[in-house]
């Protein structure tokens, strides 16, 4: 049983604040500098395991429309001004979100999307919820008409409206460079109703395409058009132009980002007046977990996600830091095995070998250090289609020496393990190598950067590679993205006609249950063809001072930054 997935969720951490939407003022705001050169890696990509049901056909009024914060006398009070300072092992690759490798990580910090995901405290329930949409609404299966929120502006000055938003979907779809599409992939066309309405068009009937375009897939943040007609898409290379509570001020590469509060953003806060209630952000880039276990520990930075397990112990001692299971939370750990190159492409036995050569339980006991657990599948406990009774590979020395030997290669065989450089990758790599090599599979590891591995990944060169999946909101979107023929993040570029009939069958399919069993079907195949090897997860865990505030249960491990605020 897949421990970290269970569907009690995330935890409330702090005082939970009142969030509100409303209009804020439109006066332009300053284009951030150009820094010094351009970052040159990019933030990981993982999107955490949540559940969902099929999207709605359409979406409350009551729910879809968020009205404005008013203090009341109940209403918590909150203190602004001061900077947050979190820190991340990966740095980041470009400016350009539609074409960006990493996940949303940080991009609540400068970017919003049409609608987003919540969790509500009480029931643990995922929730659609309004965000640069302020409502939606399905009158047919293949039809979502999106009314936008007026007010709202970019932060060159540029306004928010139905051509923009357009602009942005069709460009997410069409760009050959897209990472975004998973989003969007069922989209024939948008129309712009009148300045403040959009009618999405979509090819067949999708019970997933809401969940798709929400900003909690990573997949759907909405930029600047203007910045792009008047600057050239190079200029989002070293630039973030979003419609977010903070604004790029100076990123320098290889170091950090930082931000500073827009003062035009839209919502308002629980004291009536605009968010966000700190004066800024800084995310720094620390590929070394001890330094950013040092840096939290002695209040150079107040927040940190994916703790390293051997951190846990002493940011629990230090009495100025909450640590934080953030239940239902977790990384997959996958260790890709190529069908476009190498020797697993079209060696059934040779991809079999390899999976029973992993002793899953060992890297718990080593890597996990009380925060792992085993893996099952890219489905999720809690999620459509999940069922405990789908078959794994248990750990089999023998069994993975006699299928290399039918395999072709008696006298063993030879690849090359590509990872990113940063932990747990790297102490994860050495224990691979050293399983495989036991089964007779002699591994290399070659290490990059992260903007580096991708880059390489997306050619289709490398034999074997390491990285970690989370579940998303939805398990069609996750088995979409991960290992559909076209998925942006299909990484060993496995394609199985199968696999994708079964797919469509869960998207067209009327009833929950029928989605599920498509689902089902889909992961057996995706099992069977091997290309996929589940390692084990890491539960993820969240550090913070006690004196910050406002942190709130959400479909990805980092908070609503335009809710946090400073003692």
Not at 327 to 356: C, H, I, W
Not at 378 to 388: P, V
Not at 444 to 457: F, Y
Request: proline letters at 7%; one cysteine or more; charged letters at 25%.
């Amino acid at each position: 049983m897949w421990h970290p997935y269970h569907r009690s969720l995330i935890m409330t951490l702090s005082l939970l604040i009142g969030v509100g939407l409303a209009v804020a003022g439109c006066a332009p705001a300053t284009p951030a500098p150009v820094p010094t050169k351009p970052a040159t890696t990019g933030a990981p990509t993982a999107a955490p395991a949540a559940p969902t049901a099929a999207a709605p056909t359409a979406a409350p009024k009551a729910a879809a429309t968020a009205p404005a914060a008013t203090p009341t006398a109940a209403a918590p009070k909150v203190k602004r001004g001061g900077i947050v300072r979190t820190s991340f092992n990966s740095d980041w690759g470009t400016g350009d979100l539609h074409l960006a490798q990493l996940t949303r990580s940080d991009h609540e910090v400068h970017t919003e999307g049409l609608i987003d995901v919540k969790i509500d405290e009480k029931t643990n329930k995922m929730e659609l919820v309004p965000q640069l949409a302020e409502s939606w609404d399905r009158p047919d299966p293949k039809t979502i008409i999106f009314k936008l929120r007026k007010g709202v502006k970019f932060h060159d000055g540029s306004g928010w409206n139905a051509e923009v938003a357009k602009w942005n979907l069709l460009r997410m779809r069409d760009h050959p460079m897209s990472l975004t599409k998973d989003a969007v992939r069922e989209v024939t066309s948008v129309d712009t109703v009148d300045d403040y309405t959009i009618k999405v068009n979509l090819k067949e009937p999708s019970a997933a395409a809401l969940w798709s375009m929400s900003m909690a897939t990573s997949r759907a943040p909405m930029i600047s058009k203007e910045t792009v007609e008047k600057q050239g898409e190079e200029y989002l290379a070293t630039h973030i132009v979003g419609t977010g509570p903070f604004q790029l001020v100076e990123w320098r590469a290889g170091d950090r980002m930082i931000f500073k509060k827009f003062p035009n953003y839209w919502q308002k806060g629980v004291d009536g007046q605009p968010k966000p209630y700190l004066d800024g952000v800084e995310l720094r880039f620390i590929a070394d977990s001890a330094v950013a276990r040092i840096e939290l520990s002695t209040g150079n930075t107040q927040f940190q996600n994916a703790i390293q397990p051997r951190d846990i112990p002493t940011l629990k001692a230090n009495p100025d830091l909450v640590v934080k299971k953030w239940e239902g939370r977790g990384d997959l750990k996958v260790m890709a095995l190529s069908a476009k190159t190498g020797p697993f492409k079209d060696n059934l036995k040779l991809r079999q070998a390899a999976q029973y050569a992993i002793d899953r339980q060992a890297m718990v006991n080593a890597l996990g250090q009380g925060a792992g657990a085993l893996p099952e599948t890219m489905i999720f406990k809690g999620q459509t289609g999940y069922r405990e009774d789908l078959p794994v590979y248990k750990y089999d020395l023998n069994k993975a020496k006699q299928l290399l030997a039918e395999a072709g290669y008696p006298n063993g065989a030879d690849t090359t393990l590509t990872i990113i450089g940063r932990e747990p990758d790297r102490p994860q790599s050495e224990i691979i190598k050293n399983m495989l090599d036991k089964a007779g599979i002699r591994t290399t590891i070659e290490v990059l950067e992260r903007v580096a591995w991708s880059a390489k990944v997306r050619t289709f060169s490398l034999e074997a590679m390491t990285y970690s999946v989370g579940g998303g909101v939805d398990s069609y979107v996750t088995l979409q993205r991960r290992m559909a023929c076209a998925g942006a993040s299909n990484f060993p570029g496995w394609c199985n006609p199968q696999f994708e009939a079964a797919l469509k069958d869960s998207e067209l399919s009327t009833s929950e249950q029928q989605r599920g069993e498509a689902l089902q079907r889909a992961d057996k195949i995706a099992y069977d063809d091997a290309y996929f090897v589940h390692l084990w997860v890491l539960e993820d865990y969240v550090a913070y001072n006690k004196k910050l505030h406002g942190l709130v249960p959400y479909a990805e491990v980092m908070p609503f930054w335009a809710d946090l605020w400073m003692e």
